[in-house]
């Protein structure tokens, strides 16, 4: 992201559409822009994201906040569809500020934005209900892509930190740390999971398992009864936490 000689952004938004956050305005289909409100402290990071998004179809920046708390006030009038929201920051972290906002706009995908692939942090934010993880050296089609997939329902990371998740996975094998799938997990459940966790896309995991999609959709909602999931981002988060190795 290019922040040479970017003028200083105000942490405030434009006038949005009237509609509750995170719905679509009144009279409008399904094919209108992606409504993104970018968070970050420091406004050459929001200045970069903007520049790169201007450029992306179908994806409108409508605001700008500095901080969590100006974030979360600033959800209800912005109605923005995604929030990228930086992890560290004064006056209410990221995660605080998306878990906030998700409480109150559940609609609304959060994707958690960090300098670093610090692993726990990761964790953190994809337990607190964030749709992806990226880092800001993240290049501007992989953030269009992220908030494409946050709207499709799906999660999506940056490639550095799946790779590190999964290296993670192999040096636990190597180490002779327990990392064996619960026993009440099947064999195509365990695989249907780590490819979850990997991002791949239903039909994805379908061609890649010879199964159909709808198959796909059946293991993954018997993964989410089994395992006390209510969504795809808590199933990674539970992958993460039980150190289930990549196959």
Same mark, same amino acid.
């Given at each position: 992201m290019n922040s040479t000689n970017a003028p %200083?952004?105000?942490?405030?938004? %434009?006038?949005?559409?009237?509609?509750?956050? /995170? /719905? %679509?305005?009144v009279g409008q289909g399904p094919s209108r822009s992606i409504r993104v409100m970018l968070v970050d402290d420091h406004h050459l990071v929001r200045y970069g994201l903007r520049l790169s998004l201007d450029q992306e179809p179908g994806i409108t920046v409508v605001g700008e906040a500095s901080c969590g708390r100006s974030a979360l006030e600033m959800t209800a009038g912005l109605a923005p569809d995604v929030v990228l929201m930086d992890i560290r920051m004064p006056n209410m972290n990221g995660i605080d500020a998306l878990g906030q906002i998700l409480e109150q706009y559940p609609k609304v995908q959060v994707i958690a934005l960090s300098g670093f692939a610090d692993q726990a942090?990761?964790?953190q934010a994809i337990q607190a209900g964030a749709a992806g993880f990226l880092l800001k050296t993240s290049p501007a089609t992989?953030?269009?892509t992220a908030i494409r997939t946050a709207m499709e329902g799906r999660i999506?990371?940056?490639?550095?930190?799946? =790779?590190g998740i999964i290296d993670s996975f192999c040096k636990q094998l190597v180490c002779n740390v327990p990392a064996a799938p619960p026993s009440h997990l099947s064999e195509r459940e365990v695989q249907v999971l780590r490819l979850v966790v990997e991002g791949l896309k239903t039909?994805?995991?379908?061609?890649r398992l010879g199964i159909g999609p709808r198959t796909v959709e059946t293991y993954r909602d018997h993964l989410k009864k089994k395992l006390h999931c209510t969504s =795809?981002?808590?199933l990674i988060s539970w992958t993460i936490q039980e150190g289930i190795a990549a196959a």
């Amino acid at each position: 992201m290019n922040s040479t000689n970017a003028p %200083q952004s105000r942490a405030t938004g %434009q006038q949005a559409s009237q509609k509750p956050a /995170g /719905g %679509q305005p009144v009279g409008q289909g399904p094919s209108r822009s992606i409504r993104v409100m970018l968070v970050d402290d420091h406004h050459l990071v929001r200045y970069g994201l903007r520049l790169s998004l201007d450029q992306e179809p179908g994806i409108t920046v409508v605001g700008e906040a500095s901080c969590g708390r100006s974030a979360l006030e600033m959800t209800a009038g912005l109605a923005p569809d995604v929030v990228l929201m930086d992890i560290r920051m004064p006056n209410m972290n990221g995660i605080d500020a998306l878990g906030q906002i998700l409480e109150q706009y559940p609609k609304v995908q959060v994707i958690a934005l960090s300098g670093f692939a610090d692993q726990a942090v990761v964790e953190q934010a994809i337990q607190a209900g964030a749709a992806g993880f990226l880092l800001k050296t993240s290049p501007a089609t992989e953030i269009a892509t992220a908030i494409r997939t946050a709207m499709e329902g799906r999660i999506f990371l940056s490639p550095d930190i799946s =790779n590190g998740i999964i290296d993670s996975f192999c040096k636990q094998l190597v180490c002779n740390v327990p990392a064996a799938p619960p026993s009440h997990l099947s064999e195509r459940e365990v695989q249907v999971l780590r490819l979850v966790v990997e991002g791949l896309k239903t039909k994805d995991i379908a061609a890649r398992l010879g199964i159909g999609p709808r198959t796909v959709e059946t293991y993954r909602d018997h993964l989410k009864k089994k395992l006390h999931c209510t969504s =795809n981002s808590q199933l990674i988060s539970w992958t993460i936490q039980e150190g289930i190795a990549a196959a």
